[in-house]
């Protein structure tokens, strides 16, 4: 199994800055791209940005130069700094790890952590 541990939301004014961090223990092997989404009240889980065992990375529309997705493969943990937050990304935010191989299909979520925009 894989496990993924989200930290780093929290509460930030508009303009603000959060990293969020993501932890990836067990069977590491298994994963490949790993990525950021999050939902919204009311509203469905959406991707944020992934980014693939060697560095491609991809963004929402929504997002695009203002978060970064990062990963460090000798932690096996996924970075999201997200800098010029507005109160429309207010959300709970999911670390995602996706299988390869014998995994492919198979998406492992972590429990989510809370960012809120707000003054």
């Known amino acids: 199994q894989v496990q993924l541990v989200e930290s780093g939301g929290g509460l930030v004014q508009p303009g603000g800055s959060l990293r969020l961090s993501c932890a990836a223990s067990?069977?590491?092997?298994?994963?490949?791209?790993m990525g950021w989404y999050r939902q919204a009240p009311g509203k469905q889980r959406e991707v944020v940005a992934t980014?693939?065992?060697?560095?491609?990375?991809n963004y929402a529309d929504s997002v695009k130069g203002r978060f970064t997705i990062s990963r460090d493969n000798a932690k096996n943990t996924v970075y999201l700094q997200m800098n010029s937050l507005k109160p429309e990304d207010t959300a709970v935010y999911y670390c995602?790890?996706?299988?390869?191989?014998?995994?492919?299909?198979?998406?492992?979520w972590g429990k989510g952590t809370l960012v809120t925009v707000s003054s």
């Open positions: 995602n790890a996706k299988g390869f191989g014998s995994y492919y299909g198979i998406d492992y």
């Open positions: 067990g069977s590491i092997s298994r994963i490949n791209a």
């Open positions: 980014v693939t065992r060697g560095g491609s990375t």
